[in-house]
């Protein structure tokens, strides 16, 4: 039997009315419970969830998994967008433009583009899992330390280019994320870093409570300075539509999608890649090759549209190593693994053989999670707009508390508020010294990783730098990176060169005429 014939099958089992009743309960308890501070990782919407889900029959059940996951994943964007409180890491960087689209008086649209290219990225992903699961697979094998540790490099030089005009502060702020990240037990040596003697931070410090403070509490601390009662000023639309991009808007963001979907769905595809990998390298590699680089950071539509086409093709691309090779992805991927296991199934080359009712069924509901997310969620936009339109006096409260419970939950403990202070003061002061914040978010999420996979690789070389050149991954990543960051360097020159030109042009001459002289 053909792999369409499968995937039609697979839609067959998935189309009942039960399923699909089934996957729209899926996205709506995804959505509501990813906004919450503490669990808005996909991963820890499912794992809330999985008790329930076990309770059904295989098939359903697992359905209803992938409009949960879908679901937490749109709650993600819509708290970025809104309220520039990103719950999971993949959404980090949308707090760069979904938030300035949003202050602009645009977070209907931000918001729109959110669904839409997602919608396209996930279609594009699951037809790429159904014909090219095979030979992405065998690619995604070869992936060893050594390439982990190049594509870790890649994304930590890749955050000084979205740094915007002062590199920098970007490597300040990158620095900064690296020097938290190292907090904690070296898992190599046993040997204490930077805990001061505190047991507190023998595990390191929380993803949250750092995010939390230095977005969410930050962002309350900047905006008190504004008029009591104020809120976010704009107009709101009288019809659907207008909460929706416009024509110009996916004009713009073509490009975005097309790459977004694309870089998604092959680092996904990469054990242990991810989603937030690659929605940051696709916003960098977005911002480098438009012509309108300028407006990346504040507000441009293309900065949504190519993070979020990759947070969603990743989707596809993680179950390529799970289904294929019984290998998750991402945490996201490992709850699903769990279920799986738990309903007999054992992930692995014989799946699509021995399972071809869980396997299709499985593919065709990424798809119609992502249907049901977008029916759900567009009309439903003007609502969540709204929160907008709530004064600060009344909303902010709200935000504090739900930051300082999002931080206690995850460990229990009163020391993650003192540090959620702490970090919530270093936000507030990079906002005063325009530092971005979410280069340290980044370096703190893939900081570890590129520390572990570099420890990793020089200890199968017998600390030898040369296996990152003499494998083929890891030489071509290594290119690629040098490349990107030659790019980067000499576009500024090149800016810079124009600035002066313009500034003084009569300087220019006089050089000119000197040097023939």
Known sequence: MSVFSNLLDGFASALTPMNLLWVIIGAILGTMIGILPGLGNPAATLAVLLPLTLQLPATTGLITMA???HGAKFAGATTAILLNIPTETSSVVLCYDGHELAKQGRAGPA?????????????????????????????????????????????????????????????ISMVAGLLVATVGVDLFTGTQRYTFGSIDLYDGIEFLTLTLGLFAVGEVLVNLQRKRGATISFVAPKRLRDYLPNREDFRRSRVAIALGSVIGFFVGAVPGGGSTIGSFVSYALVKNTSRRKHLFGKGAIEGVAGPEAANNSESGGAMIPLLSLGLPGSASTSVMLAALVLYGVQPGPLLFTDHPEIGWPVIASLYLGTIALLVLNLPLIPMWVQILRIPYWLLYPVILVLAIVGAYSVRGSMFDIWLLLGFSALGYAFRKLDIP???????????????????????????????????????????????????????RQRKRRAALAVAAPGAELVTVSEGER
Do not use: H, W
């Open 67 to 69: 409009g949960i996951y």
């Open 111 to 171: 918001m729109g583009m959110s669904a839409i290219s997602g919608f396209i990225a996930s279609t594009v992903g699951v037809i790429a899992l159904t014909f090219a699961a095979p030979a992405a697979a065998a690619v995604a094998v070869k992936f060893g330390p050594p390439e982990f540790a190049m594509l870790m490099l890649f994304g930590l030089l890749l955050v000084v280019t979205m740094a915007g005009k002062s590199p920098v502060k970007g490597l």
């Open 437 to 491: 914040s979410a280069p340290m978010l980044m370096a703190f999420v893939l900081g570890p990783q590129a520390e572990l996979t570099l420890r990793q690789s020089l200890t199968l070389s017998d600390d030898s730098p040369l296996i990152f050149v003499q494998r083929p991954v890891s030489a071509a990543i290594l290119g690629v990176t040098v490349a990107v960051v030659l790019f980067a360097v000499v576009s």
